[in-house]
T-cell receptor, first 114, second 113 residues
Framework: GAGVSQSPSNKVTEKGKDVELRCDPISGHTALYWYRQSLGQGLEFLIY????????KSGLPSDRFSAERTGGSVSTLTIQRTQQEDSAVYLC????????????FGPGTRLLVL | TQLLEQSPQFLSIQEGENLTVYCNSSSVFSSLQWYRQEPGEGPVLLVT?????EVKKLKRLTFQFGDARKDSSLHITAAQPGDTGLYLC?????????????FGAGTRLFVKA
């Protein structure tokens, strides 16, 4: 079956614009995660969904960041009024159920804010 | 705040050499994972270790979880160019707040042919 897909693969935007990043998890995976990876750094946890609800939003860096998941499937991460420090690779992962299950990652969206 | 510290940050070696990378923390974890990430891709899980002192082998890769479950190591025997990548350790569990997976900054390995 298909793996986790993300779109767009690359996004260049101007400071102050809003961006939407999309994640299509593996079919049947109820858990979905968003991470941010800055250049030369490890992954920073942003948010976790179980079904359509997000029990843990603690990783969102500011109120400019929001995420939603609909139909227990596709998720969108929205960054409003982008700043240069938002430039990073945004990775999505999905797993069958709880955090004990293996997380499968997508290839990421590379965001550059000019 | 739990931190996973990885060392070295960067390693460049010749094909055929052995190497060890480390993942250390001041916190105790119920499990630790090792991932490899190649350029332009997401991380791929290599192994999960759950028992203090546990040793797992995956072909030329040997993973060890410290007795106190605070640290882990990854040893690669006879490294090959295909081993090149970013090696990340990660932890998930009650210690990380339940739903959150925390990652180290990674060790970037380059194996020269």
């Amino acid at each position: 079956g298909a793996g986790v897909s993300q779109s767009p693969s690359n996004k260049v935007t101007e400071k102050g614009k809003d961006v939407e990043l999309r994640c299509d998890p593996i079919s049947g995976h109820t858990a979905l995660y968003w991470y941010r990876q800055s250049l030369g750094q490890g992954l920073e946890f942003l948010i976790y969904f179980q079904g359509n609800s997000a029990p843990d939003k603690s990783g969102l860096p500011s109120d400019r960041f929001s995420a939603e998941r609909t139909g227990g499937s596709v998720s969108t991460l929205t960054i409003q009024r982008t700043q240069q420090e938002d430039s990073a690779v945004y990775l999505c992962a999905s797993s069958l159920g709880t955090v004990k299950e293996t997380q499968y990652f997508g290839p990421g969206t590379r965001l550059l804010v000019l | 705040t739990q931190l996973l510290e990885q060392s070295p940050q960067f390693l460049s070696i010749q094909e055929g050499e052995n190497l060890t990378v480390y993942c250390n923390s001041s916190s105790v974890f119920s499990s630790l994972q090792w991932y490899r990430q190649e350029p332009g891709e997401g991380p791929v899980l290599l192994v999960t270790v759950v028992t203090g002192g546990e040793v797992k082998k995956l072909k030329r890769l040997t993973f060890q979880f410290g007795d106190a479950r605070k640290d882990s190591s990854l040893h690669i025997t006879a490294a090959q160019p295909g081993d090149t990548g970013l090696y990340l350790c990660a932890a998930t569990g009650p210690e990380t707040g339940g739903f959150k997976t925390i990652f180290g900054a990674g060790t970037r390995l380059f194996v020269k042919a």
